[in-house]
């Protein structure tokens, strides 16, 4: 069961404190990411987001999810074809 703790605000009311009890405790394991592993960090597949953000395209993203690599230049032009073939999706 989690503990609350509570800490007045400026106009005497109260607010939840934020918890770090189970700061560092892992959540699940998974092989597209990982968070907080070197500080305050994200890496995809194991390139710095902040390196390949920077860099790539959404598309080389989206095919270094799926196929576990960054793309080739052939293979991100056949991507590329390939998503632009699939219906578009429902706007709402």
Known sequence: MSETT???D???GFKPKKSVALSGVTAGNT???TVG???NDLHYR???ILDIAGNCEFEEIAYLLVHEKL???AELTAYKTK???LPACPRT
């Open 6 to 8: 509570q800490t007045a």
């Open 10 to 12: 400026a106009q005497g």
């Open 46 to 48: 194991g390139y710095d």
């Open 31 to 33: 092989a597209l990411c």
């Open 37 to 39: 592993k070197t500080g």
């Open 83 to 85: 998503l632009k073939a």
């Open 71 to 73: 793309p080739t230049q």
